[in-house]
């Protein structure tokens, strides 16, 4: 089979499911999100054919085929060996949309050799084995002693047999093999740590593990495999976690294996470790090591100094890599040349490339490394990795944004940068006007060639202006914006109350969340009509920045049955555009960023406050019965305890607060009327809160919080793990926040703004 070069990304979601077998907690779109159709398209539409989907064997084969279940175990969990129907719906759905684009996918076995497996009685039955409370989750134990994790060893005893291995490879093949978007088997992601020689128990980082091990077992699933289909890809794992630079015989001294077609995977990042969890140049370089090298500090030709280990292995025996697995660090200029440079010589090796992580699950949204676009200016925001690697594959492809201030204090300059995601093949000359005067310190931009460009300039606009800036010079260009000069903007809502707001908005760098400006996806998507899922509201004030696009979006996966009771909320247009989340199991809208500390201290992708710092949310809704509740906004850590919150309980208005450290407060306001629209707020400083409704103060606090940065920001719902728990059972028109202290009479038109977008 000779080298062809491809690109794609890991379709992450399947393999998620962190707590099986001890808990329900296998919920689809919350524990384990299945990729979406409209993935497998957006990334075909930009070059990327060849994808790798991960796979959790425990979900697709919930009993291996030499477990003695009982009548129960069948019952619940299904024959010994059947695949899990549900599971392999969703797997076909994803094939069956690679197909419908002419593209491929992978199947990875993302189990690193091991099982997690209940412990089976003499008589087949498990203890505390408990039917889950709805067809979408699996069957678990309500006693976590009887949960083990089984792992692959040839000596006598082992818990995780061939026989296990070769059945679950026989039924994949029989059941995909003719696929047409079946891509190849990837027979077990990342083994390590094995046992050691005549052991059944991992050796665990302690060292001395059997390296004969994987490849019997390797052998035995290529047999198996080639038995159903003789010619489909497979795709091959060494020892040590599959890093490219462990391929040769100190690992792996039994590689190659015999056997036509197959593919040696590595994975190769540009960290100290290897491992992709590396965010921070300046921390990495301070390790002051380099696996595959030893003592030293990575360089800019880490990454493809490893490639080249694997790509002169490949060359001395005749065979083929890929390389699928592999990510850029995007906070520093130093990781993106790191991994242009690999990426190039893998590419002009010929080798296939996929990067971690893609798909549509809620935690690779903002990961250190990811290729999970997002939603800017109405447009599908391309992850930093996708131009670098359309660059090194000559793919022309970009979509031009900007972002920059919008608030000029006396006239002062504010920088405003437009940027490419994408690749370029040529520059891109651009023009900037105003309409309104004011300087600017140069009005002809190029975004250069390659991968990603920018350029920016500054606009000192008239002082006591509202100075619109337009671009012109290209098919695509980013959308208009105003700066604001206002010496008053309060006294200004006289002229124009929407301009007055917006420079309200821009002053403390505000993001606003219209529904009027709802997309039905931030993947390909087209303005939400009247009862169109609503996947995606653009930032339409100052929030964003480049590299930070505070986006509002939905992933709820509903292509399927069995994907749970989780769904997209709805856009209604009367009276007014909104968000309608009255429907059982609807879920809101969520911006997911994170917590800049421990490995990533600079990370550009986070929110504006925390709960102890000045902060404010305002939100115009409309309750459709007396008593509804839910949560209307959230700024929150998912899955913590601190938040900040303005919430619905039983038709009355509160404001909540909770830091880490057990700190909180509660300002509970009036009854809203039912079927009219509201304006409900709340404001923050050191030791004072206010919670406002349509414009006058409910209640109000005086409590200190203890510092606790926010990582996520929810319209319409609560902390995304408590599914549709916590969503608000009614409308809302549009929500703005931003960090900062507004004075009452600024907060006021802010109010009297959204409730204008309402209608009111």
Same mark, same amino acid.
């Given at each position: 089979?000779?080298?062809?070069?491809?690109?794609?990304?890991?379709?992450?979601?399947?393999?998620?499911?962190?707590?099986?077998?001890?808990?329900?907690?296998?919920?689809?779109?919350?524990?384990?999100?299945?990729? $979406?159709?409209?993935?497998?398209?957006?990334?075909?539409?930009?070059?990327?054919?060849?994808?790798?989907?991960?796979?959790?064997?425990?979900? +697709?084969?919930?009993?291996?085929?030499?477990?003695?279940?009982?009548? %129960?175990?069948?019952?619940?969990?299904?024959?010994?060996?059947?695949?899990?129907?549900?599971?392999?719906?969703? /797997?076909?759905?994803?094939? &069956?949309?690679?197909? %419908?684009?002419?593209?491929?996918?992978?199947?990875?076995?993302?189990?690193?050799?091991?099982?997690?497996?209940?412990?089976?009685?003499?008589?087949?039955?498990?203890?505390?084995?408990?039917?889950?409370?709805?067809?979408?989750?699996?069957?678990?134990?309500?006693?976590?002693?009887?949960?083990?994790? $089984? /792992?692959?060893?040839?000596?006598?005893?082992?818990?995780?047999?061939?026989?296990?291995?070769?059945?679950?490879?026989?039924?994949?093949?029989?059941? !995909?093999?003719?696929? =047409?978007?079946?891509?190849?088997?990837?027979?077990?992601?990342?083994?390590?740590?094995? #046992? $050691?020689?005549?052991?059944?128990?991992?050796?665990?980082?302690?060292?001395?593990?059997?390296?004969?091990?994987?490849?019997?077992?390797?052998?035995?699933?290529?047999?198996?495999?080639?038995?159903?289909?003789?010619?489909?890809?497979?795709?091959?794992?060494?020892?040590?976690?599959?890093?490219?630079?462990?391929?040769?015989?100190?690992?792996?001294?039994?590689? #190659?294996?015999?056997?036509?077609?197959?593919?040696?995977?590595?994975?190769?990042?540009?960290?100290?470790?290897?491992?992709?969890?590396?965010?921070?140049?300046?921390?990495?370089?301070?390790?002051?090591?380099?696996?595959?090298?030893?003592?030293?500090?990575?360089?800019?030709?880490?990454?493809?100094?490893?490639?080249?280990?694997?790509?002169?292995?490949?060359?001395?025996?005749?065979? $083929?890599?890929?390389?699928?697995?592999?990510?850029?660090?995007f906070d520093d200029a130093h990781w993106i040349e790191a991994f242009r440079r690999m990426a190039a010589f893998t590419w002009q090796n010929g080798w296939e490339i996929q990067s971690w992580v893609g798909g549509s699950h809620?935690?690779?949204?903002?990961?250190?490394?990811?290729?999970?676009?997002?939603?800017?200016?109405?447009?599908?925001?391309?992850?930093?990795?996708?131009?670098?690697?359309?660059?090194?594959?000559?793919?022309?492809?970009?979509?031009?944004?900007?972002?920059?201030?919008?608030?000029?204090?006396?006239?002062?300059?504010?920088?405003?940068?437009?940027?490419?995601?994408?690749?370029?093949?040529?520059?891109?000359? +651009?023009?900037?006007?105003?309409?309104?005067?004011?300087?600017?310190?140069?009005?002809?931009?190029?975004?250069?060639?390659?991968?990603?460009?920018?350029?920016?300039?500054?606009?000192?606009?008239?002082?006591?202006?509202?100075?619109?800036?337009?671009?012109?010079?290209?098919?695509?260009?980013?959308?208009?914006?105003?700066?604001?000069?206002?010496?008053?903007?309060?006294?200004?809502?006289?002229?124009?109350?929407?301009?007055?707001?917006?420079?309200?908005?821009?002053?403390?760098?505000?993001?606003? !969340?219209?529904?009027? &400006?709802?997309?039905?996806?931030?993947?390909?998507?087209?303005?939400?009509?009247?009862? &169109? #899922?609503?996947?995606?509201?653009?930032?339409?004030?100052?929030?964003?920045?480049?590299?930070?696009?505070?986006?509002? +979006?939905? !992933?709820?996966?509903?292509?399927?049955?069995?994907?749970?009771?989780?769904?997209?909320?709805?856009?209604?247009?009367?009276?007014?555009?909104? +968000?309608?989340?009255?429907?059982?199991?609807?879920?809101?809208?969520?911006?997911?960023?994170?917590?800049?500390?421990?490995?990533?201290?600079?990370?550009?992708?986070?929110?504006?406050?925390?709960?102890?710092? #000045?902060?404010?949310?305002?939100?115009?809704?409309?309750?459709?019965?007396?008593?509804?509740?839910?949560?209307?906004?959230?700024?929150?850590?998912?899955?913590? =305890?601190?938040?900040?919150?303005?919430?619905?309980?039983?038709?009355?208005?509160?404001?909540?607060?909770?830091?880490?450290?057990?700190?909180?407060?509660?300002?509970?306001?009036?009854?809203l009327a039912a079927g009219a629209v509201s304006v409900v707020s709340l404001a923050s400083g050191p030791g004072t809160q206010q919670l406002r409704v349509n414009s006058a103060?409910?209640?109000?606090?005086?409590?200190?919080?203890?510092?606790?940065?926010?990582?996520?920001?929810?319209?319409?719902?609560?902390?995304?793990?408590?599914?549709?728990?916590?969503?608000?059972?009614?409308?809302?028109?549009?929500?703005?926040?931003?960090?900062?202290?507004?004075?009452?009479?600024?907060?006021?038109?802010?109010?009297?703004?959204?409730?204008?977008?309402?209608?009111?």
């Open positions: 089979m000779p080298p062809v070069a491809t690109l794609g990304t890991n379709l992450s979601g399947l393999e998620w499911a962190s707590n099986i077998r001890r808990s329900a907690d296998t919920r689809p779109n919350l524990d384990y999100t299945v990729p $979406r159709a409209a993935d497998v398209r957006w990334l075909a539409a930009n070059g990327f054919g060849k994808n790798r989907l991960p796979i959790m064997w425990e979900l +697709l084969q919930p009993v291996l085929v030499d477990t003695p279940a009982n009548a %129960q175990v069948r019952a619940l969990l299904g024959e010994p060996g059947a695949l899990n129907e549900t599971q392999a719906h969703f /797997i076909q759905g994803v094939l &069956d949309a690679h197909a %419908q684009v002419g593209a491929r996918c992978i199947l990875d076995l993302h189990n690193y050799c091991r099982y997690i497996d209940f412990r089976y009685q003499a008589d087949g039955s498990v203890i505390g084995l408990t039917a889950p409370p709805d067809p979408s989750l699996q069957a678990y134990t309500t006693d976590g002693s009887q949960v083990f994790t $089984r /792992i692959f060893a040839t000596a006598p005893g082992t818990t995780l047999s061939q026989r296990a291995f070769t059945d679950f490879w026989t039924r994949v093949a029989q059941r !995909w093999k003719d696929h =047409p978007g079946f891509g190849g088997y990837g027979l077990m992601n990342e083994p390590h740590d094995m #046992p $050691r020689p005549g052991q059944t128990a991992g050796s665990d980082n302690t060292g001395g593990e059997d390296l004969s091990i994987w490849p019997a077992y390797a052998r035995a699933a290529v047999a198996a495999i080639r038995a159903v289909d003789p010619q489909g890809p497979i795709y091959v794992a060494g020892n040590d976690w599959g890093g490219a630079m462990n391929i040769g015989p100190e690992f792996n001294p039994e590689w #190659p294996l015999a056997g036509s077609d197959l593919v040696y995977e590595v994975h190769s990042y540009v960290d100290a470790f290897n491992n992709g969890n590396g965010f921070d140049w300046d921390l990495e370089v301070a390790k002051n090591y380099t696996a595959g090298f030893g003592v030293g500090p990575v360089t800019l030709d880490t990454g493809l100094n490893r490639m080249r280990i694997a790509t002169d292995w490949a060359h001395a025996h005749g065979t $083929r890599i890929a390389l699928t697995e592999t990510g850029m660090p809620w935690l690779a949204r903002s990961h250190g490394i990811n290729h999970v676009p997002g939603w800017h200016q109405n447009r599908t925001l391309e992850p930093l990795v996708g131009g670098v690697l359309k660059s090194v594959a000559g793919i022309d492809r970009a979509t031009l944004f900007d972002d920059g201030g919008g608030w000029s204090a006396d006239g002062a300059p504010v920088t405003i940068t437009v940027y490419a995601r994408g690749n370029l093949a040529n520059a891109v000359t +651009l023009t900037v006007s105003a309409d309104n005067g004011g300087t600017f310190s140069k009005q002809t931009l190029v975004i250069p060639a390659g991968a990603n460009g920018e350029d920016s300039f500054t606009f000192a606009p008239p002082a006591g202006s509202v100075s619109t800036l337009r671009y012109a010079g290209a098919a695509q260009v980013p959308p208009p914006r105003k700066v604001y000069a206002l010496a008053d903007p309060v006294a200004y809502a006289a002229t124009n109350l929407e301009d007055a707001a917006r420079a309200i908005l821009a002053r403390y760098a505000g993001p606003l !969340w219209n529904m009027a &400006d709802g997309y039905t996806d931030y993947l390909l998507g087209r303005p939400a009509a009247d009862r &169109d #899922p609503l996947r995606a509201v653009s930032d339409s004030g100052y929030g964003s920045s480049d590299g930070n696009a505070m986006e509002m +979006l939905n !992933w709820m996966n509903q292509e399927q049955p069995g994907m749970g009771p989780l769904q997209p909320p709805l856009m209604r247009t009367a009276p007014r555009p909104h +968000l309608d989340l009255t429907a059982d199991g609807a879920t809101g809208l969520w911006c997911k960023k994170v917590v800049a500390a421990g490995t990533d201290p600079n990370a550009r992708n986070r929110l504006p406050y925390g709960v102890a710092d #000045p902060h404010f949310a305002v939100a115009a809704i409309g309750l459709p019965a007396a008593g509804t509740s839910g949560t209307v906004f959230q700024a929150t850590v998912a899955g913590d =305890p601190s938040h900040a919150e303005l919430a619905v309980v039983n038709g009355q208005a509160q404001a909540r607060w909770a830091d880490a450290g057990g700190g909180s407060l509660v300002l509970q306001g009036p009854q103060v409910a209640a109000s606090g005086a409590r200190t919080f203890g510092a606790a940065p926010f990582a996520d920001m929810l319209v319409g719902w609560g902390d995304p793990l408590s599914g549709a728990a916590a969503t608000f059972r009614g409308h809302v028109y549009a929500v703005a926040t931003g960090r900062g202290a507004p004075s009452a009479a600024e907060l006021a038109v802010l109010e009297r703004y959204l409730a204008s977008l309402a209608g009111a």
